[in-house]
């Protein structure tokens, strides 16, 4: 089992930051990626960034230049982290981190407004 606690969000004005920050801990050795989702109101969940074992990453079109993914990890933990900036009102959402592997886990997930 992975346990997932997720920090971070809130509302910001269009043009802030925010950071989010996901950490797993449990049978963190079956970890070979971490994501972050979103869902916007009444859309279907998307996937906003990934970080794979090794580092590589990805990022959805929308968030290409402005969103950052990351990783720590030591014994116990993994923690994933999303750095969004120049942040827009369509990046309005429910946030959450997912981590894959042999299965895969969910965030409870947190809400980031984006104010006009």
């Known amino acids: 089992q992975v346990q997932l606690v997720q920090s971070g969000g809130g509302l910001v004005q269009a043009g802030g930051s925010l950071r989010l920050s996901c950490a797993a801990s449990g049978s963190i050795f079956s970890i070979n990626a971490m994501r972050w989702y979103r869902q916007a109101p009444g859309k279907q969940r998307d996937l906003v960034a990934e970080?794979?074992?090794?580092?590589?990453?990805?990022?959805a079109d929308s968030v290409k230049g402005r969103f950052a993914i990351s990783m720590s990890r030591d014994a116990t933990k993994i923690t994933v982290y999303l750095q969004m900036n120049s942040l827009k009102p369509e990046d309005t959402a429910v946030y959450s981190c997912?981590?894959?592997?042999?299965?895969?886990?969910w965030g409870k997930g947190t809400l980031v407004t984006v104010s006009s």
């Open positions: 970080i794979i074992s090794g580092g590589a990453t990805n990022y």
């Open positions: 997912n981590a894959g592997g042999a299965r895969s886990y």
